[in-house]
């Protein structure tokens, strides 16, 4: 049984627990694959590489990864990984499971991997992750018999860094890169059905008049005119009522000072919204704020009943 580790020295188990749950799942598996297949020795040491940026590089190119690693003694060493490669076949029958869900590519467009990705590629007989020895490839110049060796670990933990931010590197190192297989994919969707002809509307032109904007082409249903959107008491301005039109007075100055707005067919839109401009910058009287109107022989009279009791 460990023993706990006493006050001031790290916890690197809990530490190791700790960076697990801030990777994907996905990212995850991947190096759980990885260091399964490593001895105790250079894994530790791998670890602690990883944890201290010995890693200089990491490069791909296809399925094949190669890393600068700087050694514990200052020495650099260039560790190399190669994931075995599905065929065009194998990737045709792969392409066709993923462009049947839409949501496989969504999830991988938006940077992610569903949960049952794996169930997906194995009922096909492929296996996402590498999980044998024979699913990859290893050496690098140290002298280190064993393989994974520690910089050969390191270089894992990095590429798993680039694994969870681009779940399509995992698929690259299968033999299909990003473009590719989303081109695949769009190719192999589904495309939905024409419409019948008889099922299709002709396209109404929209208005070239301006003022024809604010109409409807159909005599059946008739917008109501901007002209008509007042409520009572706002024909005329109450007394006191500032006035937000602008310095000319006019409420739709500011249209003419934005310059012109020209959206084709319709030409310049200052004309289409100058008449509903108008309308809502027109101040309305508000029953519930306007004081009832009280005469000079009104308050004459309630100041001599006042008196009077």
């Known amino acids: 049984m460990a023993e706990p580790p006493t006050r001031g020295q ?44 010995a890693v200089l590089t990491v490069r791909r190119t296809g399925n094949l990864v190669v890393a600068l690693v700087r050694d514990r003694g200052e020495d650099l060493h260039k560790p190399r990984l190669a994931v075995r490669t599905f065929g065009d076949d194998a990737w045709s029958q792969a392409a066709g499971a993923l462009a049947a869900q839409a949501r496989y590519a969504a999830a991988l467009l938006a940077g992610s991997l569903p949960a049952d990705i794996e169930d997906t590629f194995a009922a096909r007989g492929l296996t996402l992750f590498p999980q044998r020895a024979d699913d990859l490839a290893m050496d690098c110049t140290c002298t280190d018999w064993q393989r994974p ?21 995992l698929l690259a190192l299968r033999g299909r890169e990003r473009d590719a297989l989303l081109t695949e994919i769009r190719h192999l969707r ?24 604010w109409t409807s082409p159909d005599p059946q249903r008739t917008a109501p005119d901007p002209a008509s959107w007042t409520s009572p008491g706002s024909e005329g301005r109450r007394e ?70």
């Open 10 to 53: 790290p916890d690197r188990g809990r530490d190791r627990d700790r960076e697990r749950s801030r990777r994907a799942w996905w990212s995850a598996r991947f190096l759980e694959l990885i260091e399964g297949m490593t001895l105790p020795e250079p894994l530790r040491a791998g670890r602690a590489l990883a944890r201290t940026e």
């Open 190 to 213: 589904p495309r939905s059905p024409a419409p019948a002809t008889g099922d299709v509307q002709p396209a109404t032109a929209p208005p070239t008049d301006p003022a024809g904007f």
């Open 240 to 309: 006191g009522t500032a006035d937000r039109s602008g310095p000319t007075g006019r409420p739709d100055i500011l249209l003419d000072l934005c310059g012109p707005l020209v959206v084709e067919p319709f030409g310049d839109l200052r004309e289409v919204l100058r008449p509903a401009y108008r309308i809502l910058t027109t101040p309305r009287a508000s029953p519930a704020t306007t004081p009832p109107a009280v005469s000079r022989a009104d308050g004459a009279g309630s100041r001599a009943r006042r008196g009077g009791g």
């Open 149 to 169: 060796c520690a910089h050969l670990v390191a270089a894992c933990h990095q590429l798993a860094e680039t694994i969870d931010t681009d779940p399509f590197t």
